[in-house]
């Protein structure tokens, strides 16, 4: 099978392209570099042997696309190419609208042109708001608090549209929930250029000393011990559930949505101690005010994705805080 991935030298892009490559998918992928580097085209082909396709170019661009697809005889496409910081979208709005919209249309466009209609899309669990209870189910209703979750939301309602219309589509739209980790190899991972807004990226720099202390964002949220609840995922096994949702639209008509997370709950305070005890380093911090449009809690009922892709996360807390420390002491 030939799979298009796009925004693959991303952060969970890359790490499913090696899965793909470890399980003899041929792989093409598309990226334009906005917030990755090339070298990971050559980690990559370091962890697998194995070669890719590469084009540099924007999703949002038709004639590269049709290219590819001209070039290749694309089976199905993992769409992974979009913006995800989720303050930058608050604050310009428009280019999140115009890249995560328009790059998806041009997308849906020129796979209806070359009759592949096989996708499996990126969304997050940002889309559940403040869910109403916990775990969070697939069907609990459904919203969003700034642009970044919009463009997903928006996104989930035009593949919904797509297979209303034409019932030949077979779509996977995952709900990933936080993804932290690396390839047990140290080689990619996740490489944030600016000051990273999401936990474990931070924590790692405090532990490198390159940030003096990790602001702890409230302490009096309705948890274990005050600090907000996540469910982290190792992003290898993240990888390997979009392989599960592959083989699946490769055999059902149809379009669905699935939680991809583990089920647990950990707390920033229990994140950081783990951190600190797995890899022998210290990570000092300071409990400063709540971050603006935070909540509690949040982790997944993974059983549908269980049931239908049989997948299910393998690793544990202590893996993810290691394989993320490992991946930036090895560069
Ligand atoms: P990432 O930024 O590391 O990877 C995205 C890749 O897409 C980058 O390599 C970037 O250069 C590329 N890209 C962006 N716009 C493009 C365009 N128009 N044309 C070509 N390439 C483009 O992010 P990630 O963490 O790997 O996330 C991948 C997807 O998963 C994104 O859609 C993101 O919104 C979604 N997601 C991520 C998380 C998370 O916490 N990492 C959580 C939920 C959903
Ligand atoms: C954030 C986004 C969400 C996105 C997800 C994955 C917000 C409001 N939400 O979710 O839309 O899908 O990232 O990209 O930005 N924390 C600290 N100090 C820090 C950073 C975070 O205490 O320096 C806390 C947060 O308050 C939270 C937890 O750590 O309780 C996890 O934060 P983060 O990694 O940013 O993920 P989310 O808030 O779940």
């Known amino acids: 099978m030939k799979v298009l991935v796009t925004g693959g030298t991303g952060y ?8 793909l490559l470890d399980n003899n998918y041929d792989v093409v992928c598309i990226d334009n570099f906005i917030n990755s580097k090339p070298e990971v085209l ?18 949002c661009d038709k004639q590269i696309l049709r290219q590819i697809f001209t070039d290749n005889n694309i089976d199905a496409v993992i769409h992974f190419a979009g913006l995800k910081a989720v ?7 428009l280019k999140y609208y115009r890249n995560n919209i328009d790059s ?37 209703p ?13 996104i989930e309602n035009i593949l919904r549209d797509i297979y209303v219309s034409d019932k030949d589509w077979s779509i996977a739209v995952l709900r990933y929930f936080n993804p932290i980790g690396a390839h047990s190899s140290g ?6 250029n600016d000051i990273p807004n999401n936990l474990m990226p931070y924590i790692i720099k405090v532990a490198t000393g390159e940030y003096q202390k990790l602001n702890i964002f409230g302490n009096d949220y309705d948890t274990v011990d005050g600090t907000g609840v996540r469910d982290y995922i190792h992003v ?24 991809l997370g583990t089920g647990h709950g950990f707390s920033v305070l229990e994140l950081v101690n783990t951190f600190s005890k797995v890899n022998k380093v210290d990570v000092p911090y300071e409990i400063c005010d709540r971050r603006p449009g935070d909540i509690d809690a949040c982790y997944a009922d993974p059983s549908y994705a269980k049931e239908k892709l049989n997948w299910q996360a393998e690793k544990n807390i202590e893996d993810m805080c290691r394989d993320s420390y490992n991946f930036v002491n090895r560069k």
């Open 236 to 259: 290898v096994d993240l990888a390997l559930g979009h392989l599960k949702a592959l083989e699946k639209i490769d055999k059902d008509n149809g379009i669905d949505f699935y939680n």
């Open 104 to 140: 998806t249309l041009s997308l849906l466009e020129v796979m209806g042109e070359y009759n592949c209609k096989k996708l499996v899309f990126s969304s997050s669990a940002t889309v559940y708001g403040k869910p109403k209870s916990l775990p969070i189910k697939e069907d609990f």
């Open 142 to 154: 459904l919203s969003t608090t700034n642009p970044y979750g919009a463009t997903k939301l928006m």
């Open 12 to 19: 969970i892009g890359s790490h499913t392209i090696v899965e």
């Open 87 to 93: 303050g930058e979208s608050v604050r310009v709005p």
């Open 187 to 192: 080689l990619i991972g996740e490489n944030p």
């Open 42 to 59: 050559d980690k990559i082909k370091e962890i697998t042997g194995k070669e890719i396709t590469f084009y540099e170019g924007d999703v």
